[in-house]
């Protein structure tokens, strides 16, 4: 094990700063589906919104000022975006999902062809930013600082979701709209609001990953719907609505891509089915998620 | 629904069904061979949907991952022609069992998910399958795409000119989707729209609906197969964005602009999509999923039960 470990200790950390950063995409689609019962595709171009946020203000020169303004101004975007798509899908609530998919679907296409016209079709690198951009030795062996921080950063956020949803009265508020939005409204909540709320919150979350995404991954046309799969596997994984169910499903799937691709670069993608494929087979409605309503 | 619904002009179907095969098959006779392989075009994508609204109409299994059969057809049929024959019907049977193989491999694991679950897992299938063509270079030919696909021929004879190809398609297309029409109204196209309705009762009425939804997955992935190597015929060049996302939510677009469950409507909606994608999008620059994208918001707005709604109602 010991050997084992040393071998491939790059792997392993590299795994738990994919699973943080798709933590923080997926637990936004997570609980938007939760609670508004919305399947949201454009969560993706979301991400990629970010990206290419990141990449316009720190890409070529990589500084503090554009890294952090890249930050604000994507969650800003997050969250004006997220506000757009409850406003979207809001008359399509007693509908299918697959009306839903559709629109979120074509929400997608228009925002991932726009950046396309706008960026060009080249991948654009994104630096991490002055500091961060070197390597500290881990163990013995040299690691990039820059996913360390990003492990730190995704601790936190993940911390914080959990400490929200869970101990706050706002928190409790999603909670139990999640488990009955009638009910809810019953007791005299304004439950639009909520909606809005979580959407735009989630909306915020996919957007500012992007930026953090942006020195593993950088921005490329294409990457919204890998990280859309990574975040609905993710969530098919943990549960649907369930932010202990995102928190591990990221961290196995952050595993099993990382590890997968270095220990079985040829068959990475039938391992991720495989590990989906085996909760869905144990557990049909993931590890967190439940018939009634939806714990946190 | 009963079978016995009145239909006062019978004899109106089988007409309009002729005229139409008629003005397809004289398409290469009087448009150009670019116009005339768009119109090819079409029919391979307007297979692709009839087999997609098979799931998603008829039998209630919304798939956004359809084209990952469709691309595996595509694949197998391509590899064939190079590596074995491309003697008429093998590539087109080939993709057929290639594509059946394909959904029966994975579909074991959709079907026994419902509603959203189902949409996300199809969508992970087909995007898990997509990166496998992207990646399995030696057989695929990785991002470039599998080049070189001889054309298809008919004994020693290639098909090389766009029209006999056109003609080609066209009965493979009529074989498909007829097959798809008798399928749907069997007894066991019944059941399957039963299931779509009302599952809990299908199965308390006796009927395994989970061997039946399995065994439509797999026939629709067949005939998404044979639409793939009719793909790889007509095109001589398959890529890895025929087997994507991008691809499977047009065959959706498509079902859903002519009309879910009607089976005749998303070859309508196929026509249109192709339309957009070739004719309209090179006129800008190529951005015509743009285009694509705002039909996709417009329809679920204003046309939610497609063109096919606004025809007829009662052959659902």
């Known amino acids: 094990m010991g050997a084992w470990l040393d071998a491939n200790l790059v792997g392993v950390v590299n795994g738990f700063a994919i699973g943080f950063l798709l933590f923080i995409v997926a637990v936004g689609l997570s609980l938007v589906f939760g609670m508004m019962d919305v399947l949201n595709l454009a969560h993706g171009a979301i991400f990629l919104l970010g990206a290419y946020v990141g990449a316009a203000l720190a890409g070529g020169n990589p500084s503090w000022g554009g890294f952090l303004g890249a930050l604000g101004l994507s969650a800003l975007l997050g969250l004006a975006g997220g506000g757009a798509l409850s406003a979207m899908t809001e008359p399509l609530r007693k509908r299918s999902h697959l009306d839903q998919a559709l629109l979120t679907l074509g929400v997608t296409l228009v925002v991932a062809e726009t950046l396309v016209m706008v960026y060009g079709d080249d991948p654009l690198a994104v630096g991490a930013p002055p500091g961060l951009d070197g390597s500290v030795p881990v163990l013995g062996a040299f690691y990039p600082t820059y996913r360390l921080v990003l492990i730190g950063i995704g601790a936190v956020l993940a911390v914080l979701v959990y400490l929200v949803v869970e101990r706050t009265t706002l928190g409790a508020l999603v909670r139990a709209t999640v488990a009955d939005r009638d009910m809810v409204a019953a007791l005299g909540v304004d439950n639009r609001l909520i909606r809005v709320g979580v959407f735009a919150f989630g909306s915020m979350l996919a957007a500012v990953a992007g930026v953090l995404g942006g020195p593993i991954y950088g921005a490329r046309p294409g990457l919204d719907s890998t990280v859309l799969i990574l975040a609905l596997v993710v969530v098919v994984i943990g549960g649907l609505g369930s932010v202990r169910g995102a928190l591990l499903g990221a961290l196995v799937i952050g595993q099993v891509d990382s590890l997968g691709r270095t220990l079985f670069p040829d068959v990475a993608s039938f391992v991720l089915f495989g590990a989906l494929a085996l909760v869905l087979v144990v557990r049909p409605r993931g590890l967190f998620g439940g018939k009634l309503g939806v714990r946190s | 629904m009963t079978p016995a619904a009145p239909q006062p002009q019978r004899w109106a179907k089988p007409g309009v069904v002729a005229v ?116 399995w270079e030696p057989v695929t030919g990785g991002a470039n795409g599998m080049a070189g696909i001889p054309p298809a021929r008919v004994g020693d004879q290639p098909l090389v000119v766009s029209g006999y190809v056109h003609w080609y398609v066209l009965a493979a297309f009529a074989v498909g989707v007829a097959v798809v029409l008798v399928v749907s109204r069997s007894p066991f196209g019944l059941a399957l729209r039963g299931i779509r309705d009302n599952e809990p009762r299908m199965r308390a009425l006796g009927y395994p609906t989970r061997v039946y939804k399995y065994a439509v997955f797999v ?88 063109f096919g709604g606004l025809v007829s109602r009662r052959h659902r």
């Not at chain 2, 098979?54 to 798939?63: D, F, Q, R, T």
């Open chain 2, 20 to 135: 139409v095969l008629v003005v397809l098959a004289s398409a290469p006779l009087f448009l150009a061979p670019f116009a005339t392989s768009t119109v090819s075009r079409i029919l391979v994508f307007g297979l692709l949907a009839v087999s997609l609204d098979l799931l998603v109409g008829i039998s209630g299994l919304p798939s956004l991952g359809h084209a990952a059969y469709f691309g595996v057809g595509a694949y197998a049929a391509g590899w064939v022609s190079i590596n074995v024959t491309s003697a008429i019907p093998v590539p087109l049977l080939v993709g057929a069992v290639a594509g059946a193989l394909g959904a029966a491999l994975t579909g074991w694991i959709t079907v026994r998910a419902h509603g959203v679950f189902f949409l996300m897992l199809t969508l992970a299938i087909g995007e898990l399958l997509h990166q496998l063509a992207h990646t």
């Open chain 2, 219 to 306: 026939f629709a992935g067949s005939i998404a197969g044979m639409a793939g190597a009719l793909l790889a015929a007509q095109q001589r060049l398959v890529t890895p964005a025929d087997v994507g996302f991008a691809t499977a939510a047009l065959a959706l677009l498509a079902v859903v602009i002519g009309g879910v469950g009607t089976l005749w409507g998303p070859v309508i909606g196929a026509a249109l999509v192709i339309l957009i994608r070739d004719a309209i999008g090179p006129g800008l620059d190529g951005h015509g999923t743009l285009v694509l994208g705002l039909v996709f918001i417009a329809v679920v707005y204003v046309l939610p039960r497609g």
